[in-house]
């Protein structure tokens, strides 16, 4: 089991982070129109704000990902995410490029809304 998890860890380090907004994630997953009440755990979460707008929307809504008991690997998987946009400057990778756009503005929601208090996050522990 162990060998299992430590596999898992390093996929995820060696992937970079999330931060899809809401209306992204939403076109992978049917959330229903009222969520109102409704406890939406999402897990991986990464900087999305897919659980901020849930919250808006007046869900009882947790995002967790292994990396929330430290953000500043959140902040390290995200940066090494923007680092590689020079990599992307052959117009083949213009999808590539603008989800690295998107990914920033998202990434900084995230952290305001965290710092504000206004998103409830938590580490899993492995």
Known sequence: MKELLD???R???ESFSSALPFREVSKYIRFPKDVKGLTIVGIGEGASTATLELK?????AIAIDYRYGNLEEVTNA???????KGVYQD???K??????????KTRDE???AHKNKQLQTLPVNI
């Open 7 to 9: 596999q898992e860890i």
């Open 11 to 13: 996929i995820a380090d």
């Open 56 to 60: 808006r929307q007046r869900a009882n």
């Open 78 to 84: 995200m940066e090494k995410l923007f680092s590689s």
């Open 91 to 93: 117009d083949s990778f």
């Open 95 to 104: 999808l590539a490029r603008e989800y690295v756009e998107l990914s920033r």
């Open 110 to 112: 995230f952290f305001e």
